[in-house]
């Protein structure tokens, strides 16, 4: 099956309900992604997240190029084997976690330069690099290398850092293409990435050069990290309305359950976020009554399920009880 997205239905109000094709599934929009941080969703096996109904997952590109490597993963049969999920993968530019975690960074208008945090081995990432190491992986959807900033950003740096993805930008694309050129029709689909910080001016800017390069889906980078919800939604708003309607929108990072459907409001189609299962390992539960802080006292004797509306075999098989008691066990059915 090749790629294609197809919008079915859209609310007056900007709310889009879809259909993403990969050749590893079809991902029924709007959809949120688990995260696979070290080629596995912490604490879940890919069994529970396929009973979970995930049909696709994000993969750090990151932490697979400092280990095993990509080399190895493309000798071991590729990313889909390697992580033991036949369903799609999205993969991320490793950029993020180059300018998070990463030591000794310098960033150029070549790539970023760092030391890996496992040996303290030095790299330079570039826009081809990170879209050879994704072909490399072989995921569904691979995003092109940005520049992430801190934010509040004041207004020059915010501008830079936007001049400087969209020429990474157009060097991830045009390498991309001549690697299609070279090898036939790739089974990969890539993203551009709209930066521009918290100024809506540099959101459409970043938005309009982005578009000249022709990606089949879109995604805004750069928020919910820190700022106000309004001020996300806000230049989410200002990005969606420039996007074209027939392709993918993914807001990247988010975001809190009770957000998400702002932000599908706004008309965005994908989201991710390390929440949920971060979260959990420190025993705090997402449910349809709120958060549930399962280590509270008041908790010890509750016989109740963890989410009474929920109809997932954790919800069925163990209470807010004996959850409390071992928190990480109800994770792994
Ligand atoms: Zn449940």
Redesign the pocket.
Same mark, same amino acid.
């Given at each position: 099956m090749n790629f294609s997205f197809e919008v079915a239905k859209t609310d007056p109000a900007g709310a889009r309900r879809g259909r993403l094709s990969t050749p590893h599934g079809t991902v029924e929009t709007p959809f949120f992604m688990p995260v696979g941080t070290q080629a596995s969703v912490k604490a879940l096996t890919q069994e529970a997240l396929e009973e979970l109904g995930a049909e696709i997952i994000l993969a750090n590109t990151y932490h697979l190029y400092l280990r095993p490597g990509h080399e190895l993963v493309r000798k071991l049969g590729g990313l889909h084997r390697f992580m033991s999920w036949p369903r799609a993968i999205l993969m991320d530019s490793g950029g993020y976690q180059v300018f998070s975690l990463s030591e000794l960074r310098k960033i150029t208008d070549e790539g970023v330069r760092f030391r890996s945090h496992l040996d303290g081995s030095e790299h330079l990432l570039t826009p081809e690099k990170a879209a050879e190491i994704q072909l490399g992986l072989g995921s569904d959807i691979a995003m092109v290398l940005d520049e992430c900033i801190e934010t509040p950003a004041p207004r020059d740096k915010a501008e830079v850092a936007l001049k400087r993805t969209t020429e990474w930008a157009k060097r991830a694309r045009i390498h991309f293409q001549e690697c299609a050129r070279r090898n036939g029709n790739l089974s990969q689909w890539q993203f551009g990435i709209v930066q521009g910080a918290t100024f809506a001016d540099l959101r459409r800017e970043s938005a309009r050069q982005l578009l000249d390069l022709d990606f089949p889906g879109y995604a805004v980078g750069g928020l919910a990290v820190g700022e106000p919800h309004e001020t996300t939604c806000e230049m989410t708003a200002e990005v969606t309305a420039l996007l074209p309607k027939d392709r993918p929108r993914y807001l990247m990072g988010v975001g809190r359950p009770e957000q998400l459907a702002d932000y599908v409001g706004l008309g965005i189609d994908m989201m991710d976020c390390v929440l949920p299962t971060r979260a959990a390992r420190h025993a705090c539960l997402y449910?349809s009554e709120g958060r549930v802080l399962i280590k509270n006292a008041r908790y010890a004797q509750d016989q109740r399920?963890?989410?009474p509306k /929920?109809? /997932?075999?954790? /919800?069925?098989r163990y209470s807010r009880g004996d959850s409390r008691h071992s928190p990480q066990r109800p994770l792994l059915p």
């Open positions: 449910t399920p963890i989410d /929920c109809t /997932c075999s954790v /919800c069925g």
